[in-house]
């Protein structure tokens, strides 16, 4: 096994759960916080998606499929097109409002197209610095595990807010 396919289990991972938490809901429960400052499995999963696309698109030297391939206006949401959802107040997090399809549209968009550029990866590439702002400077393999960890991280948290919905 190489670096570039245990990338892409790692990767592999995130879309089954989101999609299970997701599915079947329509975006009035995709929508609903556990209390005012929670936030909504729509929120989670939107924000999973731009960090991903954001982080590797900067890292792969590409244009983020957020606007390359429309669909920060399909979502048509009130922020500018390079916001990711980092630093939200309650109030933003709010108005982040959208249905499953295209939510997982979005998601399985992002995905193909990092998995398309981890499959050409090597071990060498890991090693490259792609933010000198940091002390150490953050590599390329640093930035890939630390996008996977909190794409996990927040597609746990949508699986968990999915499950007490269920429950209520």
Known sequence: MDIAD????????????????????????????????ANSIAWLVWHLTRVQDDHVSEVAGHEQTWTADGWAERFGLPFGPGETGYGFSAEQVGRVRAGADLLTGYLDAVSARTA?????????????????????PVTLGVRLVSVLDDDLEHAGQAAFVRGVLDRR
């Open 6 to 37: 245990i990338l892409l289990d790692g990767y592999g991972r995130i879309s089954p759960v989101v999609h299970a938490a997701v599915e079947g809901l329509d975006e009035e429960a995709l929508s609903m916080r556990l209390d005012e400052g």
């Open 116 to 136: 398309q550029y981890l499959r050409g990866l090597t071990g060498a590439d890991l090693d490259r610095v792609v933010d000198d702002a940091w002390d150490p």
